[in-house]
């Protein structure tokens, strides 16, 4: 890529005039429109579901029950039509939500895989079969004399999303495997919690449809035949594992939520309510009594900061499984403590020991040791998914970073608790018992730090009731998972590519035998790191950003190589957590990354002159002939040289030109392909400038070398700058010049660097896809900003031939987050003020210069 002004002197920057109506207006209804083309029946399905809240009332607290699915009405009264009424209503507005935004989302990419007509079909059939088999099942388990029957046959449902999860799960089985994969794991993992932890007949019906769905979904793609695709194994395991870890932590969450006390899994935060009373009678003062433990209990556990406390297990969870997804041995280590904790502390509470013992293993009815089975051994699932795929997750914190974070964690424990201690000796009144002795404060030193669910009834050694003592004990666990959490993030984050000499000494090294292309050089600069590959005889540059490793132009390697290398590349990535993201790659690699299945993309058109047998003659060549004469009329003269060849006065203004330039600039200036001074000073860098009759620089160009067998045959133009007041055509005097004498040089190849967001002349394609429709977008967006059109017009002077750069990646979920990696890689230092600034000269309302 060429770091040069926005837009070169001979093709000026023009502005629009501002549109009074928003030009945008009609572009967004015509999206709405194509949306509701492309997907007729989810929209539809979402007015209905508003249309029906509104009309009947439930979003303001009315449930119709003549027309909701249950037990009663389907099966006692046999209202025939509630299965399918119940599935075009719902029973409030924050369901009402939930569900259009399912139906437009998740449903409508079903709708499309399917057809609107199968879409609208299944529906309906595992919507209302699911309902069926539901009260058959509810009305077979009353008969049997279960608990959870007994209340779950009162519920009426309203829900719309049992045939959209029917539809969903059937859409899966034409999806990409990528996508059918996390579909179904994760989409199941979060039914089966939603029926264990609520356990009400909506979640139960939903779990019913979803396996209708699948089992329709198996009926209608036989045949089919799925584009390939390439996955690694490293990250989809880790994804599903991750979706997993998270999806089981919610279940607390979900027992809060539906406030359900009949569901198999529900007793495992039944502790977490607290009792409504507030205050202890003072007749325990004199009399400690069971009833007053309890009531103390009420008020430890009341309030914010016990809530807060209660969701640790959530929050761990959720921080664990973005670890996880990292690839992070700590989030792994984080997760294996947390599930077994839960499960130690969930059994301790629900007594597990109990199904050991036959006197009381004979009390306990047959769903009340299944829920204790199963409360017990779904955290231990866990801890047994996370062993056996414990080798996916090898991503270590420097030790430096671990111990910073074993440091910071004992550390705030250790004054947390001491101030705990110390607070509690000081305000002994405010204690239910009198004055805390050091040992009753110590002995129940982690009861503030652990949810009340996990713990066993208070004691009357320590009990604050009021206070500044009642208020510290209902505090310090927040604060101390407060710093816990964001000292995990701070883990995660801590690693990075170290800049290693003797790593980049070798890849020069291979530079210069040839391979990494005419845009091989960037990677020798600075930000880079080096993955060689066993052998050493092949190289990838590239550059991790957000968990992103960004390569950089082709893969030095030789002929023949090349995949071998390209694959050694992403296993590396893999291992490490990492999602290999093939920047600005030529279009030989192309085969490869296609037969992989990755997704690729053009992002942009590199410029390229064969040097043999070039002349600038012709009417072709007249923009460029024409000022190339005109400076050596004026006496513009060039030299050829390096940074630490040239004379100070020139390297002197060298840097002035450009930190005027710079400074100039409300934008931020842009780096990863786009080399500035600092690029200048490498030795192997060639400077061309044109120097008019006063000893003036009027143009700066730099030269990235290119090498085969050692000799150098091509050269790539990166740095371009020119004096305030330079001859007008200076960029096509200094750039034909420079052509004439790597030709004399005995150079094959002169490489005008990549234009981004550029297409070849005559090659818009005549069906863009939604990708390349961004792409343009985003190029006339930026072209006030970086002129980025301009300047590829300005190449296309030189006569090139053009050969399109790439870029490819196998997660095509993971495009938001690439797309960021590479915007911090362009503008890594770049101010919230210089953003500003670009964003008001994209719009142009700035004045940017």
């Not at 590479?822 to 101010?831: D, E, K, M, S």
Request: glycine share 10%; charged share 15%; hydrophobic share 50%.
């Amino acid at each position: 890529m060429t770091s040069t002004d926005p837009v070169p002197d001979s093709a000026p920057a023009q502005h629009a005039p501002a549109d009074p109506a928003p030009p945008s207006m009609p572009r967004r209804l015509r999206a709405v429109a194509a949306y509701a083309r492309a997907n007729p029946f989810s929209v539809a399905l979402a007015l209905i579901t508003l249309a029906g809240g509104l009309v009947f009332g439930t979003f303001w607290g009315r449930f119709p029950q003549e027309l909701a699915a249950g037990l009663v009405t389907t099966g006692r009264l046999a209202y025939g039509w509630t299965p399918v009424t119940a599935l075009l209503l719902v029973d409030s507005l924050i369901s009402g939500i939930l569900v259009i935004l399912l139906t437009l989302t998740v449903g409508a990419y079903a709708e499309r895989r399917l057809g609107t007509v199968r879409a609208i079909v299944l529906f309906l059939v595992t919507g209302i079969v699911a309902i069926l088999l539901g009260v058959g099942l509810q009305a077979l388990l009353v008969a049997w004399g279960s608990d959870w029957a007994d209340l779950a046959s009162l519920d009426l449902v309203l829900d719309p999303s049992l045939g959209v999860v029917g539809m969903i799960m059937a859409a899966s089985a034409l999806a990409p495997t990528l996508w059918q994969r996390r579909i179904r794991v994760i989409g199941f993992t979060l039914l089966l919690m939603f029926a264990l932890y609520a356990g009400d007949s909506d979640s139960v019906f939903r779990l019913i449809s979803g396996v209708l769905g699948l089992l329709a979904g198996a009926a209608i793609s036989r045949g089919a035949v799925l584009a390939a695709w390439h996955r690694s194994s490293f990250r989809e395991v880790r994804t599903i594992v991750a979706a997993i870890v998270a999806a089981t932590g919610l279940g607390p969450i979900i027992v809060l939520i539906s406030g359900s006390v009949a569901a198999p899994l529900s007793a495992v935060v039944a502790g977490f309510a607290p009792i409504t009373e507030t205050e202890v009678p003072k007749s325990c003062n004199d009399d400690f009594t069971a009833e007053c433990l309890k009531q103390a209990d009420a008020i430890l556990t009341a309030g914010p900061g016990p809530f807060l406390v209660s969701l640790v297990p959530l929050l761990l969870a959720l921080l664990a499984a973005w670890g996880l997804r990292r690839g992070r041995r700590a989030a792994w280590i984080l997760a294996i403590v947390v599930n077994a904790a839960i499960a130690v502390l969930t059994g301790g509470v629900l007594g597990v020991t109990e199904l050991l013992q036959a006197k009381t293993r004979d009390l306990l009815r047959f769903e009340e040791a299944v829920a204790i089975v199963l409360a017990t051994l779904v955290p231990l699932l866990v801890v047994m998914l996370l062993l056996l795929t414990r080798h996916r997750f090898r991503v270590r914190a420097p030790r430096g970073a671990a111990l910073q974070f074993l440091v910071t964690i004992a550390g705030a424990w250790i004054v947390l608790a001491a101030a705990y201690v110390t607070i509690g000796l000081m305000d002994g009144e405010n204690y239910m018992d009198g004055r805390p002795t050091i040992g009753g404060l110590v002995g129940d030193i982690l009861r503030p730090f652990v949810p009340a669910g996990f713990l066993p009834p208070v004691t009357e050694e320590a009990i604050p009731v009021d206070g500044v003592a009642l208020v510290v004990y209902q505090w310090v666990g927040v604060l101390f998972w407060a710093v816990f959490i964001l000292a995990t993030v701070r883990l995660y984050r801590a690693t990075g590519v170290e800049r290693d000499a003797d790593a980049e000494t070798r890849f020069r090294a291979l530079l210069t035998t040839g391979g990494g292309g005419t845009l091989g050089f960037m990677g020798t600069w600075p930000g880079n790191g080096y993955w060689f590959t066993p052998d050493g005889e092949g190289a990838v540059a590239y550059r991790v950003i957000n968990g992103i490793a960004l390569t950089m132009s082709d893969p030095v390697c030789a002929a023949g190589a090349e995949r071998e290398t390209i694959e050694g590349f992403v296993h590396h990535c893999e291992s490490q957590g990492w999602s290999a993201c093939f920047y600005s790659f030529h279009e030989r690699y192309l085969p490869i990354f296609q037969s992989f299945g990755w997704q690729y993309m053009s992002v942009g058109e590199e410029t390229v002159l064969d040097l043999p047998g070039l002349e600038l003659t012709g009417k072709a060549w007249q923009k460029v002939r024409q000022p190339l004469n005109r400076g050596q009329r004026e006496g513009i003269t060039t030299l050829w040289s390096t940074w630490h060849d040239l004379p100070p006065k020139y390297t002197a203004q060298i840097v002035a030109v450009s930190e005027e330039w710079v400074a100039n600039k409300k934008l931020p200036e842009m780096g990863f392909t786009l080399g500035g001074t600092e690029e200048l000073k490498d030795p192997d860098v060639g400077i061309f400038l044109a120097i008019n009759q006063e000893g003036t620089i009027e143009a700066t160009t730099s030269w990235l070398p290119s090498w085969t067998d050692g000799r150098i045959t091509g050269w790539t133009i990166d740095f371009m700058r020119r004096g305030d007041g330079s001859m007008p055509g200076i960029m096509e005097f200094v750039i034909a010049s420079a052509a004439l004498h790597m030709k004399e040089q005995g150079a094959e190849v002169l490489s005008l660097s990549g234009a981004p967001l550029a297409t070849k002349p005559g090659e818009r394609p005549a069906d863009p896809t939604v990708m390349d429709r961004l792409l343009s977008w985003l190029g006339e967006m930026l072209e006030p900003a970086y002129g980025f059109t301009s300047l590829f017009r300005f190449k296309s002077k030189f006569n090139p031939r053009y050969e399109t750069i790439y870029m490819a990646y196998a997660d095509p979920a993971q495009l938001g987050t690439i797309g960021m990696a590479i915007g911090n890689a362009y503008l890594p230092q770049a101010t919230p003020k210089e953003y500003l600034a670009l964003v008001q000269t994209i719009t142009n309302r700035g004045d940017a210069r």
